[in-house]
């Protein structure tokens, strides 16, 4: 069993295609065939189910997909290891965060990052946080910029807190509201509003918070990307809270601030079981302890 054909199979299995398998690892397809063929008759199974419309794993496929992942990460790690013993960093930098993080230049950190690695290969995931915090437990993401309420705390993973922050509220700028000085809970209550799904984190600050003064509210607009959302405040469709920092950076709204308001922790979490040295060298670019008072 070789590495490349562990490669192999990951591609297929996530392009579900033996072409577009075989122009990813720039290799022809005949050849990408023959290796996985190979692989098929060592481990005496077949890995996927071909047909002339579609390519799916079967259930050994499925069982073998996990560990291939983690042999592949494995190796690439052991590279990134050799590089930093003597002063290169190379590997991977997956980064994952919140579309409305405000507490770090993101797109600013990851150009200067690129310009001083630039053997490291950079990707980037964007979600929500509780599913971006398991991915960085699970090793698919290094690091992880994470919105949360303060009743919460990131689970399973080192964190260093970046900021807090107070949500305000978001109004067009034709709203009535949008002439108001200051808000509270109760007469936002009033309003139809625009909020993440229910259930997860960036929603559940202001759940709790109008839970916790006795209020109601109707979400009539629920969506799961943090500009979008503030596209539809723009156009009168309903209000929302967020987090002052990310509204600053908003055109075509109005923001309000509200005495009652909820606040939002920024957190920067990664692995506890081991950084890679591209993680390292993200981390202290950020300027983030992570020595044992980092948690």
Known sequence: MELQQMRYVVAVAETNSFTRAAERCLVVQSALSHQIARLEKELGARLFERTSRRVRLTPAGAAFL????????????????????????????????????????????????HRQYPHVRISLRVG?????????????????????ATTARPAGVAAFELARDRLVAVVAPDHPLARESALDLRRLSREVFVDL???????????????????GRDVAFEVTNADFLARLVGQGLGVALLPAGYVSQLAGVASVPVTDAPTRVEYLVWSRSGRTPAATAFLDLIGVPTGPGAR
């Open 66 to 113: 996990p560990a291939a992942r983690q042999c592949l990460e494995a190796a690439e790690r052991a590279v990134a290891e050799v590089a930093a013993a003597v002063g290169e960093v190379r590997g991977r930098l997956a980064v994952g965060l919140i579309p409305s993080v405000a507490a770090v230049d993101v797109p600013s950190a990851l150009r200067t990052f």
């Open 128 to 148: 929500a946080s509780e599913e971006l915090g398991e991915q960085v437990e699970g090793g698919a993401l290094d690091v992880a910029f994470l919105g949360l």
């Open 197 to 215: 799904p229910a259930g997860t984190a960036g929603r559940l600050q202001s759940d709790q918070a109008f839970a916790a003064a006795g209020l």
